[in-house]
């Protein structure tokens, strides 16, 4: 990485606040970073910057990337993001906040903290401080996270498994830390941040958004109505068929309300599709993204979403 450092000296009242106490005095860096970030498997995959970004540049995209700002490549606060295939190097400008005394810091805060299982193994993510509650906000991939089996945690830490990536809103306690004359960087507890690309479907990859979109077109009640899920499924011999699944989809879901209203309801496998990883033409009359109906709920290396419904 290349930086290029500028000192801003700052002052920063005290506050009197119920739970900590801040010092008197920090310097701000605006440091000028190069970072590399790729999409790879045309999956959306975030670059986390240390400090607050205030401006970013692409200077280099790779051969085959498809980089367009807004669309498959972004920042927000903490982050730059890509997409559909975009892999490139930026020049990222951030202001990083360093104190001369490390704040008395006690009581209960809410922080957002990115937690990613390393393929099928399991991550462990600390926290600082004693964990009181956890609340899932948005995943960066397609697989689903689920708590106690594909995530949960334990008094200090946040754990991943089995392809789970998410963000996540943590409440924990925070002890008083003695104060120590060695600088440090000021580490301001956050709540949900107000850039998403974290929640909903701002966190959804575009096979993702295609598959709802489709099932949704291919439900067939008009008379009685009912919910229509796209579950994404492994493409492969031994992995559950979509009739399968559909029928266990109450176990998958994290709310508990919404769990009970799916497992009184008629659960059903309507159709499957397969979403094919091939990026949007940019010529007119041209062939680009395609999906395949089956018209049927089996398996195999067939059908990557399942239609499913509940009513």
């Not at 290029?4 to 009197?16: E, M």
Request: charged share 20%; hydrophobic share 30%; glycine share 8%.
């Amino acid at each position: 990485m290349r930086f290029s450092v500028k000192l801003v000296s700052l002052a920063i009242a005290a506050s009197l606040l119920p739970f900590s106490l801040i010092p008197a005095s920090a310097q701000e860096e605006i440091v000028t970073e190069t970072v590399t970030c790729t999409s790879n498997n045309r999956q959306r995959v975030e670059c986390p910057v240390d400090g607050r970004i205030l401006g970013v540049r692409q200077t280099q995209a790779f051969a085959g990337g498809f980089c367009i700002q807004g669309f498959s490549w972004g920042y927000d606060q903490n982050n730059i993001w890509v997409d559909i295939g975009c892999s490139g190097k930026f020049d990222v400008d951030t202001a990083r906040v360093v104190v001369t005394e490390q704040p008395v810091v006690t009581g209960t805060f809410v922080q957002t903290i990115d937690c990613r299982s390393q393929g099928s193994k399991r991550k462990k993510c600390e926290v600082d401080g004693r964990i009181q509650d956890v609340e899932p906000i948005g995943s960066f991939t397609s697989i689903p996270c689920r708590y106690g089996t594909s995530w949960g945690y334990k008094k200090r830490h946040l754990w991943v498994d089995r392809g789970c990536e998410a963000r996540f809103n943590v409440t924990y306690i925070q002890r008083p830390n003695p104060p120590e004359p060695t600088p440090e960087t000021i580490a301001t507890p956050q709540t949900q941040p107000s850039t998403p690309p974290q929640a909903g479907l701002a966190s959804a990859s575009a096979a993702a958004i295609i598959a709802q979109g489709a099932c949704t077109g291919l439900y067939p009640s008009l008379a009685k109505g009912g919910y229509v899920f796209s579950v994404p499924r492994q493409c492969s011999k031994g992995a559950p068929d979509c009739k399968s699944i559909c029928e266990n989809l109450h176990k998958t879901v994290d709310s508990r309300r919404f769990r009970r209203t799916l497992r009184k309801s008629q659960k059903s496998c309507f159709n499957s599709i397969h979403v094919y990883d091939k990026a949007p033409s940019v010529n007119l009359a041209a062939a680009g993204t395609q999906t395949y109906v089956y018209n049927s709920c089996g398996g195999g290396c067939g059908p990557n979403y399942c239609c499913c419904s509940a009513e």
